[in-house]
């Protein structure tokens, strides 16, 4: 089976060529090229493609994959919310993900992210580099003792109770689906969780229920002074509502992994570039905002997973066995 895979670094060469020997009938070829309209053609003669995050997977995209005969779109990640799934349908096409590749992972970034953008680490380092010893604009707030808001309690959100615990805080939850309550945390409606938390952190998928969940509405229910972390999609808070509620000082810090516009940069080296937008310019201009490029998953462990995984659903479908990743 040959499998094209599309928008790959050298870190992703590096993972999957690891795991490559255990699988001889799967041939892999790697290209920087994401996939988009321009590049689907590209695919021509492969059985499958292999695709992350920042792939464009619409209609018009999958119907063009599907012409070509392609059987199977590999996502290697775990959200598929830019795939569309009707399409593929349509087209025969089946769409794997590797779900839960290392929950801890993103977890630890959402809450490095949180205590960067609180404790400022990112300001205090270059200021001591530049022998300025003052802490003048550096000052944060104690998370022992405070509230935690988890949004989405699935595998990242559960990793991030924990580790909210471990900080000392009490954990409210809100899930469309909730688990058993534990000792662990207790779930309230989302309304409750705005109202008592200190820290709010989003762990639940873009779906068009989800698409702009923080918005004017929910951020005037939430505290006064309250820090927000999105690692998990960018449609899930409306940027604009974010911007105005920032200046009207309604967040102590705020910490984001993924964000609207990312798409047309994210794993970009843009320095040289005059961008044409200006949200993430604006965001980074408070400072109390803290930004990472979508890098939660990005650890040794689950660059692993995310290969042994994705090679073990490429086989699975060679071999005609149950997809247990499908979506
Ligand atoms: P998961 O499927 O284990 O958990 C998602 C949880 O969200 C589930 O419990 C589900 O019931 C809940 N949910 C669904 N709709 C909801 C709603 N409307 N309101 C409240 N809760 C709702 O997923 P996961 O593995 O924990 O991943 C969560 C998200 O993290 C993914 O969808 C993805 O977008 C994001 N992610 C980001 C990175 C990164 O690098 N920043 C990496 C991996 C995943």
Do not use: W
Request: one cysteine or more; proline letters at 3%; hydrophobic letters at 40%.
């Amino acid at each position: 089976m040959k499998i094209l895979f599309y928008g790959t670094k050298n870190y992703d060469e590096h993972f999957f060529q690891k795991q490559k020997p255990l699988y001889p009938d799967i041939s892999i070829t790697f290209i920087e090229a994401n996939i988009g309209p321009e590049t689907a053609a590209l695919a021509k003669g492969y059985d499958g493609i292999c695709a992350f995050v920042n792939a464009v997977l619409n209609r018009e995209v999958i119907r063009k994959l599907g012409h070509l005969g392609i059987k199977l779109i590999l996502m290697r990640c775990a959200g598929y919310n830019n795939v569309d799934l009707k399409a593929a349908g349509e087209m025969g096409i089946s769409v794997l993900r590797v779900p839960g590749y290392s929950p801890e992972a993103v977890a630890e970034h959402a809450m490095a992210l949180a205590l960067t953008a609180n404790r400022h680490t990112h300001k205090a380092y270059i200021k001591c580099r530049e022998n300025n010893f003052a802490l003048n604009g550096l000052m944060g707030v104690n998370l022992c003792g405070k509230t935690a808001g988890i949004v989405g309690t699935g595998k990242i959100g559960l990793a991030m109770a924990r580790i909210c615990r471990g900080f000392g805080m009490k954990v409210l939850a809100y899930d469309l689906f909730p688990q058993k309550d534990s000792d662990l945390l207790t779930y309230v409606s989302l309304d409750e969780l705005l109202k008592q938390s200190d820290l709010i952190s989003l762990h639940c998928p873009l779906t068009p229920e989800t698409r702009h969940l923080i918005c004017a509405e929910s951020i005037a229910k939430m505290k006064d002074g309250v820090i927000l972390v999105n690692t998990s999609r960018g449609g899930l808070i409306r940027t604009e509502d974010l911007i105005a509620g920032i200046r009207d000082h309604k967040f102590f810090a705020v910490g984001l992994d993924v964000y609207e516009e990312e798409s047309a940069y994210v794993y970009e080296d843009m320095s040289e570039q005059i961008l044409q937008t200006s949200t993430i310019q604006r965001l980074l201009s408070f400072p109390n905002v803290t930004m990472t490029s979508h890098q939660g998953f990005f650890t040794k462990e689950a660059l692993d997973s995310i290969a042994k995984t994705t090679l073990e659903n490429a086989q699975a479908f060679l071999e005609g066995k149950k997809l247990v990743n499908a979506v």
